[in-house]
Antibody, heavy 124, light 107 residues
Framework: QITLKESGPTLVKPTQTLTLTCTVS??????????VGWIRQPPGKALEWLAF???????RYSPSLKSRLTITKDTSKNQVVLTMSNVDPVDTATYFCAHRGLDSNYDSVPFDYWGQGTLVTVSS | DIQMTQSPSTLSASVGDRVTITCRASQSISSWLAWYQQKPGKAPKLLIYKASSLQSGVPSRFSGSGSETEFTLTISSLQPADFATYYC?????????FGQGTKVEVK
């Protein structure tokens, strides 16, 4: 059974760096084809993709946030970490991590399993 | 960046109605299009991937079609559990972009 769980601070001050951890179970971060993405959703607004890391450590970032984001993984700890620098109140959102896998035809299955999300508020 | 535009933003419908939501990509994405359903306070749920492949466990009243830049999600007979917000998403392996969402509400 694949599960993901986000953890991190609930309140961060403006200009600080936010660090979020996604702890996964039921799959290995080193399995070929696997990936984990981070997505956020401001209150009452749409989903926004932030970053993605593949099993081979290839990384992708949202162009609009690339300069502020870093995604890493620790396969031994089954964790994917997202850091966001210089946060602002507009970064207040629920942050989700999600699993990407492959189907029986080896086609990409995007974000088939999600964590419950963690609400992060940016405020002084 | 690839932009995804959904229409309508809100849709009012009744149980039993046939519902169609449209998603347009700003450039060709082949068939790399997914649809998600989200209910308040919950994580999104994958319904459709590769434009028309039904995710395991999803009822067959949900279907997807389209390619390149034009895609649709159809619910053949709306059920009470289907009142929710729906998002399309392109995924080309280099970036992932969501549409702005379509809220399906009770008429």
């Amino acid at each position: 059974q694949i599960t993901l769980k986000e953890s991190g601070p609930t309140l961060v001050k403006p200009t600080q760096t936010l660090t979020l951890t996604c702890t996964v179970s039921g799959f290995s971060l080193s399995t070929s084809g696997v990936g984990v993405g981070w997505i956020r959703q401001p209150p009452g607004k749409a989903l926004e993709w932030l970053a993605f890391i593949y099993w081979d450590d290839d990384k992708r970032y949202s162009p609009s946030l690339k300069s502020r984001l870093t995604i890493t993984k620790d396969t031994s700890k089954n964790q994917v970490v997202l850091t966001m620098s210089n946060v602002d109140p507009v970064d207040t959102a629920t942050y989700f991590c999600a699993h990407r896998g492959l189907d029986s035809n080896y086609d990409s299955v995007p974000f088939d399993y999600w964590g419950q999300g963690t609400l992060v508020t940016v405020s002084s | 960046d690839i932009q995804m535009t959904q229409s309508p933003s809100t849709l009012s419908a009744s149980v039993g109605d046939r519902v169609t939501i449209t998603c347009r990509a700003s450039q060709s994405i082949s068939s790399w299009l997914a649809w998600y359903q989200q209910k308040p306070g919950k994580a999104p749920k994958l319904l459709i991937y590769k434009a028309s492949s039904l995710q395991s466990g999803v009822p067959s009243r949900f279907s997807g079609s389209g390619s390149e830049t034009e895609f649709t999600l159809t619910i053949s007979s709306l059920q009470p559990a289907d009142f929710a917000t729906y998002y399309c998403q392109q995924y080309n392996g280099y970036s992932w972009t969501f549409g702005q969402g379509t809220k399906v509400e009770v008429k």
